[in-house]
């Protein structure tokens, strides 16, 4: 079974240019998470969807970050107009709630690494 | 106060050392809890996860205390592939999971 994929792994772009980041979640899963990590930092919660729909965005940094998840399968997270703080490591995420349990566990795509120069 | 707080580190240990990592969390409506571990420059990968008081993987032990919101790990002969940074991750179900900021392990030969 594929795992959480990534794409791009690696992406260096100008201040100011656009970057797209795209993740396909495990298969069947619901949930699908984006985190940050930037140099020296722990790993920030950005947002939450369930399957197409935000269940909590309240880490986006700000409003030049939109993350979309048509049709609840890939989900993109794009940033524009890039700025040298963007830098860091974009991991997606997914999980699927086990009902009645009220477990999941998390697994994490290798990451996108994005550096603004 | 952060969410999820763990012990700051490094922790440098020789081979075969025994190791313990210390982690809480302040929402005592946390229901999940896991140990992640993440090498250098590479995604987070489940090492353990808690659900009840506790359990063992091989030389891995991880202990919960919801009353004291408390989570802990052991590494008992510890080997040079175990270097890397374990991460406390605490979930609420339905929510989000949250992050510890990462212990660093380094074992040395």
């Known amino acids: 079974e594929a795992g959480v994929t990534q794409f791009p792994s690696h992406s260096v772009i100008e201040k100011g240019q656009t970057v797209t980041l795209r993740c396909d979640p495990i298969?069947?899963?619901?949930?699908l998470y984006w985190y940050r990590r930037v140099m020296g930092k722990e790993i920030k919660f950005l947002l939450h969807?369930?399957?197409?729909?935000?269940?909590?965005e309240s880490g986006m940094p700000n409003n030049r970050f939109l993350a979309e998840r048509t049709g609840g399968t890939y989900s993109t997270l794009k940033v524009q107009p890039a700025e040298l703080e963007d830098s860091g490591v974009y991991f997606c995420?997914?999980?699927?709630?086990?009902?009645?349990?009220?477990?999941?566990?998390?697994?994490f795509g290798e990451g996108s690494w994005l550096t603004v120069v | 106060r952060k969410e999820v707080e763990q012990d700051p580190g490094p922790f440098n240990v020789p081979e075969g050392a025994t190791v313990a990592f210390n982690c809480t969390y302040s929402?005592?409506?946390?229901?999940?809890f896991f140990w992640y571990r993440q090498d250098c420059r590479k995604e987070p990968k489940l090492l353990m996860s808690?659900?009840?008081s506790g359990n063992e993987d091989g030389r891995f032990t991880a202990q919960l205390n919801r009353a004291s919101q408390y989570i802990s790990l052991l590494i008992r002969d510890s080997k040079l592939s175990d270097s890397a940074t374990y991460l406390c991750?605490?979930?609420?179900?339905?929510?989000?999971?949250?992050f510890g900021p990462g212990t660093r392990l380094s074992v040395l030969p």
């Open positions: 929402n005592s409506a946390s229901q999940s």
């Open positions: 808690v659900y009840s």
């Open positions: 991750v605490v979930n609420y179900y339905g929510q989000n999971f949250v």
């Open positions: 298969s069947g899963h619901d949930n």
């Open positions: 995420a997914s999980s699927q709630d086990i009902p009645g349990t009220g477990r999941n566990t998390i697994y």
């Open positions: 969807f369930v399957k197409e729909s935000k269940q909590d």
